[in-house]
């Protein structure tokens, strides 16, 4: 649903008095009115960002990394022959395990990112990779070129709505009008937090072909610019 809403609170209203007389070109007593304009936005998420990961353990910390290596690189390699999706590599870490003092073993895990407009060759691909790799989550966000774009249409009703209200508690006030002392423009939106997947240990090939493709459903994103302010009421009585 892309729905934009405007919301506007009003912060605190203090008289300023005769302490203003002379500021600038006007002679005449003024208010000060601190301002808060949200524009709002639900926007559809377009990209979908999935996590795989390879992790096993070994008393030999040479073979262990060789397996994982291994593993990783076969994974990297089928993921680049889909040309829609942007292949990454993450997090990797080595670390003992111990028996009280003593190194037992040596446990191990690399990570495979995944970045995609196209939902089906990505939920596709997760299927393929799930039988060699565990799937560590999935998260959706709207890219940087729609965030910008949309940003910059919230600017625009953020600022309108801010001036609007200014002018509405001006006339209310009784004031002649209005000007605009000082004001920060800041967007805020985030991407939701990634989607825990259930984690599916590795198999055999016979029971790897048979893994699913995730059911996946994007779901939106809630866009905002905020304008805070403070306006000078003119011509008080």
């Known amino acids: ?18 302490a203003f ?12 009115v601190s301002l808060q304009a ?17 992790e096993d353990e070994d008393a030999n910390a040479t073979k262990l990394a060789d397996r994982i290596n291994r593993v990783i690189a076969e994974g990297v390699r089928t993921a680049k022959q889909e040309s829609k999706v942007k292949v990454t590599t993450g997090v990797y870490q080595t670390y003992p395990v111990y028996d009280k003092t003593r190194i037992v073993r040596w446990r191990a895990r690399s990570e495979i990112v995944l970045e995609s407009r196209d939902f089906k060759v990505l939920s596709d691909l997760l299927g393929t990779l799930q039988g060699s790799l565990k799937l560590g989550g999935i998260g959706f966000s709207v890219s940087d070129e729609a965030r910008r774009a949309i940003e910059d249409e919230l600017t625009k009703e953020a600022i309108a709505e801010f001036r609007r209200r200014a002018e509405l508690i001006a006339t209310s006030f009784g004031a002649s009008g209005f000007r605009i002392k000082d ?11 990634p989607r825990p997947m259930l984690m599916m240990a590795m198999r055999g090939k016979a029971e790897a072909d048979a893994v699913a493709a ?6 939106t994103s809630r866009l905002s610019v905020n304008v805070n302010g403070n306006v000078l009421l003119e011509g008080l009585q």
Request: avoid cysteine; charge should be negative.
């Open 1 to 18: 649903m892309k729905k934009t809403l405007a919301a506007l609170l009003l912060l605190a209203v203090t008289a300023a008095g005769p």
């Open 21 to 32: 007389a002379g500021h600038g070109h006007h002679d005449q007593p003024l208010g000060q």
């Open 38 to 54: 949200n524009a709002l936005r639900e926007v559809d998420n377009d990209t979908m960002r999935a996590t795989l990961y390879a």
């Open 183 to 193: 004001a920060a423009v800041n967007a805020d939106g985030g991407m939701p937090p």
């Open 214 to 219: 995730p059911a996946v459903e994007a779901g």
